[in-house]
């Protein structure tokens, strides 16, 4: 699934109907702090940590994930595991 263009946080915050200062209010931090969070996950730089905790003052959770970009995890894995078994390690 991909990222929406405005990020999930504001993307999830806007379909709850929340405003920045409902989700600031939670986290005891400024709006424009809030606004520089969801800057931040757009840009790909905030932390697991701040995005849990915006996420959780919406009563949301965050699902972490790595998933192969075509095929499956045993696709994927196959060329790695031949090699190993070739090589003997």
Known sequence: MQRPPEGWLRAFRHALGFSLKSVA?????SPQAIHQLEKSETAGTISLGQLEAVAGAMGCRVAYAVVPRQGSLAELAAPTAAADQAGGT
């Open 25 to 29: 209010g939670r986290l005891k931090v």
